[in-house]
């Protein structure tokens, strides 16, 4: 179970690095995504080979690669601002503002729930599989 800790450190200073460099003052509504981040982070540092040093028995270096990895993928995939492109029409000299189509969130959710449980069930399989993970012995 110290593996849920190291997990949860790793991604709680990753991801509020993050947020510090680039979260524009939305932290408060950033823990869905804090949330996805650390059950992202525990399965894959389960299942990846220990490295590094043991700390209080558990490898904790590959939850940490794991966090940098997932924090440079999101980073790099944030959306390019939108221009701020005015164009005018032929009949009138009043300015057109394109319309800047945005996706529904709502689609967003069915698909953050399925990832979250399915994630999840990652973790827990590897609990279930080894008794205890193997890291810890």
Known sequence: M?????????AFVVFWTLLAY????????????????FVAILPVGL????????LVGVYW???LFV???IAQFWAFSAPIPPRRMECRSAETSAPIKPDDASAD??????VFWLLLVGLSIVALFRYATS???AQAS
């Open 2 to 10: 110290i593996e849920i800790l190291i997990a949860l450190f790793v």
């Open 22 to 37: 680039g979260g524009e003052g939305k932290e408060w509504s950033a823990w869905p995504m804090f949330l996805l981040f």
């Open 47 to 54: 299942w990846l080979a220990p490295v590094g040093p043991p």
């Open 61 to 63: 270096v590959p939850f």
């Open 67 to 69: 966090a940098v990895f």
């Open 105 to 110: 969130p709502a689609g967003l959710g069915a």
């Open 131 to 133: 008794g205890a993970v």
